[in-house]
Every structure is written in structure tokens, then in C-alpha cells.
């Protein structure tokens, strides 16, 4: 992590917490995290503190990513920086992350310039005014651009720490941390950011059993009609419900946990590809294959062989044995 004066305090937190606890299955420390401030020098926080670092500037000549927390105001917020942070950033060849306002330093020191990026919604006025040649996107959760990755306020970097964690060592690591964490363990990049608008009284409904029951049913067809009626609302009020409580409409958030379901199974499971395909349900591995390729990239063997190769191995070589 690289600290500035004036830190956001959750998100000096988040990379400490997240990272720190993700284990493998013999409860080996997956990460090695640690803090570095310019000239190794305490930095303070609006809340009344300072933090005093183990490492200066040189620990960016070895690590492997660099998490940037989000600033409360000072010369990032005037689109200026150090410049021995800005030329430790520029010299650095790994993962770039930043959480909330962290995406004005990252763009201070020219590292996103024309590419996509996200920041808190708040401060996306400031931002595009400062630095115009950064493809801001303020209404997501958070962006990856492969080796730069962005995340917009506070409780959002915690979406993107656990994708990261999904990324490098898969979905059930990601979860065990969530489930430690009590948060969440999956919201994607794309949902929709908690901007402030004015919405409609809720009167006390809710569709959050309704998507409780979606997630025991994931294999069963689930039509608007049959949400509709377990949430006992008609499909307009429930749609609009539905997308005013998750970002989302229903029919996207159930294929998301479905895509979800399936990772994990075919990351933990043998499970033929049919079958998980069934057991998410997508019916057929040829709509699993779309809707999967479709979120990550690759086709489920592929995926299976990044988490569990033998088992990859095997799908494969008994596919080959039945054609």
C-alpha cells in the first residue's frame, strides 16, 4: 500500500484486512502485504491520526502490486503530485490499484490517460475537469483494465479487493474472505454505484427474500411472473424494486449469480460440464459456454484447467473418449 497525508481511513483498512487473511487450503498466507509513505515518514488522516510506516518509496521496486488509498483533499485534489510518488508510480511495471479518490493520484501521476477508470461519484465533476483525457466512468462499482484497476468509494474497494482475489486464486479463496470479512462476496464491476438520487418510498417491501429463494433455486426455471408473485407485488412494482435495491434488473442479477455458481462449481467440483451447467441453470453446457465466455472470457474447460487442471484434464480427455 502507498499512503498519502490526508487517507481515507476505510480504505488504508481494506487492502490490510482482505488481502492479509486470503489463505490457501493449508492455511498459507496468500499475500504479503505492506505500507510504504514517502520517505517512510508518518502520514495523518482527517479523523485525528497518523499511521507510521514500516517502508519508504523503495518497497515499489519489488512488489508485485501497489494499492493506492483514497486522499481526502491536498495536491491530488489540485491534479498536481510529489513528485518522487509520481515518478515511483510511473517507474513501476506491476498491478496498479486504487480505491476511490486513490484514482486522482493514479491520473496526477499520467497513468490514466486514455484509459477507463472510475472514482467516487462525488468527486466526478473534479476529476473530469482535471483530468479530461481519462475515460471516467463514475456509475460503476469499480473498473479492471488489466494491469490498472479502479474502484469507486469506499465500500467498493472491498468489491474490488475480493475480485482481485477471485482473479489471482479463485472463487472459493474470495468467499472464505468474505464470509471472515461478513460482507458480500460477489458484486460485479458493472453494478450500478449507490448515487444519490431520490426514490420512491419502499412501505416496507422488499425483494431481498425473493432473491434469497432465487439463489436455492438457481437449477429451476425462474420466470418474472413466478418472482413477481413470491415478493407478492405485481412484475412493474417488483421490477422497479428489484432494480432500485440491487442496480440491476432481475433477469441480469439471476444469470450473475448463475455465471457465479457455475465458476465455483467448476472450480471445487469434477462435475462433468453438462452437469454444472444444470446445476446453475443454463440447461445446456452450449449455454453455459456462452454465458461464461460471455463474463470471463474463456469456455469452461479453460476455466476449470486454471483452478483445477487434472480434473480439466480429465473433462477433456473424456470428451474426447465419447465423440
Known amino acids: 500500500m502507498l499512503v498519502l497525508d490526508d487517507f481515507a481511513t476505510m480504505d488504508v483498512g481494506i487492502p490490510g484486512q482482505f488481502f492479509h487473511i486470503a489463505e490457501d487450503a493449508d492455511r498459507r498466507a496468500l499475500y504479503d502485504v505492506r505500507t510504504c509513505t514517502p520517505g517512510g515518514l508518518p502520514v495523518r488522516c482527517a479523523a485525528g491520526y497518523s499511521i507510521v510506516p514500516d517502508h519508504d518509496l523503495s518497497l515499489l521496486e519489488w512488489a508485485d502490486t501497489v494499492v493506492v488509498p483514497g486522499v481526502h483533499g491536498g495536491a491530488p485534489f489540485e491534479g498536481s503530485l510529489d ?5 515511483a508510480l510511473r517507474a513501476f511495471r506491476g498491478r496498479i490499484v486504487s480505491i476511490c479518490t486513490g484514482a486522482f493520484v493514479l491520473a496526477a501521476a499520467g497513468l490514466l490517460d486514455g484509459r477507463p477508470a472510475t ?13 479530461p483525457r481519462v475515460l471516467l466512468n463514475p456509475d460503476v462499482l469499480f ?31 474470495a468467499n472464505k474472505v468474505a464470509r471472515r470479512c461478513v460482507t458480500a462476496p460477489f ?18 417491501a422488499s425483494t431481498e427474500s425473493t432473491r434469497a429463494w432465487m439463489l436455492s433455486r438457481l437449477a429451476e426455471p425462474l420466470d418474472l411472473n413466478a418472482l413477481a408473485a413470491h415478493a407478492r407485488m405485481s412484475v412493474r412494482t417488483f421490477t422497479r424494486r428489484f432494480r432500485e435495491e440491487t442496480g440491476l434488473s432481475p433477469a441480469r442479477w439471476l444469470n450473475r449469480q448463475r455465471v457465479e455458481h457455475a465458476r465455483q462449481l467448476l472450480e471445487t467440483t469434477g462435475l462433468p460440464v453438462d452437469q454444472v451447467a444444470r446445476q446453475a441453470g443454463f440447461g445446456t453446457a452450449v ?6 465466455h460471455a463474463a470471463v472470457g474463456v469456455s469452461p474447460i479453460a476455466y476449470r484447467q486454471t483452478f483445477r487442471p487434472q480434473a480439466a484434464l480429465r473433462s477433456t480427455t473424456s470428451a474426447t473418449s465419447s465423440s
Do not use: C, K, M, Y
Open 287 to 292: 449455454s453455459l459456454r456462452q454465458h461464461l
Open 187 to 204: 458484486r460485479e464491476g458493472g453494478q450500478a454505484q449507490f448515487i444519490e438520487r431520490p426514490l420512491p418510498p419502499a412501505q416496507g
Open 143 to 173: 473498473v479492471d483494465d488489466g494491469d490498472i484497476l479502479t474502484s469507486a468509494g469506499v465500500a467498493a474497494g472491498t468489491d474490488l479487493a475480493l475480485h482481485i482475489i477471485r482473479s489471482d486464486f479463485g472463487t472459493e479463496v
Open 83 to 87: 513528485p518522487d510518488v509520481a515518478a
Open 119 to 131: 472514482t467516487h461519484w462525488r468527486n466526478a465533476a473534479r476529476f473530469r475537469r482535471l483530468h
